[in-house]
């Protein structure tokens, strides 16, 4: 329980009626007599303006500046929030922090089941962080974080509120190119995650595609890498290989969870945990939604649809190809590349163009991304539905926010998840 009357890391006038609560949350939407709300300031609008729905939904407190019932009062909420989430974090003996270009979800999966760990949920906003860690901090459970950036100087400050004991890196590549610039100073701004507050160096991993940007740190994967995994092979019903002596099968699973599934057996034997129960939980893991998920059937749907970059798209044309049958692939636009965005959509679609059989492409960049191209989701999913075959495998990618038609995209939200989900209830 999170008691506002207990010690608190920081300077608080707390009211008579504030009450103990299960979880926080900053949208006031999600307020309820077990989960408390934190009023915080947004781009748009401050959290204060929702203090008052969040008490009349039963909110056990809410921590504000404002003076009102039930509050948890304080000069600054953000700061506050920030204070008491080092203060319970600092309560764990082992934190895990994860971040890269792609595959940061998959890692967190399979390193969370490896070590049996609470684990943050999709949403890694640093608030959604900071929650986290003050609800968890406390447990004898590992922590395992999931660190998103997309500005400079974002690393350093979720340094600073993880603390992470150990720091991986899965991937380096063209991500969030507008803010960060090159990929270069994305292998940077990620690269804070392996020192701690004080710039020292602490216990690091990093995936075998970004070992030559980060010299001496261990890598993991197969092959050359420091932790290797032996004897992988990867087949349309999963992956399977062989780690320390301990055989590990990884259900629909492609290279990419592998090398997660290896990472994940470095971690626990370095924990003391027994490799054959790390193994056995990795096999019934279950990535969300959109994250390489396989759904097979009368036709096969890989459901990627959550997110993507070049370095994540070329990844999973890569598993698309080792599947039997007719592949396809649909792509949509991927964001946030600048000035080059162009040239790695075409770089990316005369990938798909060697990998998968049939091509699609929607929106802006849809003649670069495929052969068969399309202005809307709409056209492309029928075109895409009066098509498809018995034994087909489709691969569904693009970045969130691909829509009808850019004009349309925030009052309408339909992404490329509507192609996934239409193709699950075609079959």
């Known amino acids: 329980m999170l008691d506002p009357h207990a010690a608190l890391p920081f300077a608080a006038a707390v009211h008579s ?92 999966s399979y390193v969370a089941a490896a070590l049996d760990a609470q684990f943050m949920p999709v949403f890694n906003t640093p608030p959604a962080i900071a929650c986290f860690l003050i609800e968890c901090g406390a447990s004898f459970r590992p922590l395992v974080v999931e660190m998103g950036i997309d500005r400079v100087g974002e690393m350093a400050e979720l340094v600073d509120l993880v603390r992470p004991d150990v720091g991986v890196i899965t991937t380096i590549g063209a991500t969030h190119l507008e803010a960060l610039g090159t990929v ?71 290279t990419v969870q592998a090398e997660a599934a290896v990472l994940g057996l470095a971690l626990a034997q370095g924990a003391g945990i027994a490799l054959n129960e790390a193994a056995g939980r990795m096999a019934a893991v279950q990535v969300p939604g959109g994250r390489y998920r396989v759904h097979p059937g009368r036709y096969t749907v890989i459901d990627d649809a959550y997110n993507a970059s070049p370095i994540a798209v070329t990844a999973a044309l890569d598993a698309l190809s080792g599947f ?52 809307t989701v709409p056209e492309l999913l029928a075109a895409l539905t009066a098509d498809t075959k018995d034994g087909d495998v489709i691969l569904v990618k693009a970045s969130r926010g691909i829509s009808w038609t850019l004009e349309r995209r925030a009052a309408e939200g339909v992404g490329l998840d509507t192609v996934v989900g239409a193709l699950l209830a075609g079959r």
Not at 78 to 101: C, D, M, P, Y
């Open 324 to 375: 039997p049958g007719r592949r396809v692939s649909v792509l949509g636009r991927m964001l946030e590349l600048g000035d080059t965005e162009r040239a790695l959509h075409a770089e990316v679609g005369e990938h798909a163009r060697a990998k998968a059989d049939v091509t699609y492409g929607v929106g802006a960049f849809a003649t670069e991304l495929g052969e068969r191209a399309y202005r």
């Open 17 to 108: 009626l504030a009450r103990p609560a299960l979880r926080l949350t900053w949208d006031s939407r999600q307020a309820s007599p077990e989960v408390a709300f934190v009023a915080l300031p947004g781009e748009k609008m401050h959290g204060n303006r929702f203090v008052e729905a969040a008490l009349a939904a039963g909110a056990p407190f809410v921590l504000t500046d404002l003076d009102v019932e039930r509050a948890v009062r304080v000069p600054d909420a953000q700061e506050a929030l920030f204070a008491w989430a080092r203060h319970e974090r600092a309560k764990n003996a082992l934190v895990v922090g994860i971040t890269g270009s792609a595959g940061k979800t998959t890692a967190k």
């Open 184 to 254: 270069d100073n994305v292998a940077f701004e990620k690269g804070h995650i392996l020192r701690d507050v004080a710039g020292q160096p602490i216990r690091s991993f990093v995936g075998a595609q970004a070992a030559a940007y980060f010299p001496g740190v261990d890598t993991y994967g197969f092959g050359g890498a420091t932790l290797a995994g032996q004897e992988l092979e990867v087949t349309a019903e999963g992956a399977s290989f062989t780690y320390a002596g301990q055989a590990v099968s990884l259900p629909h699973a492609a």
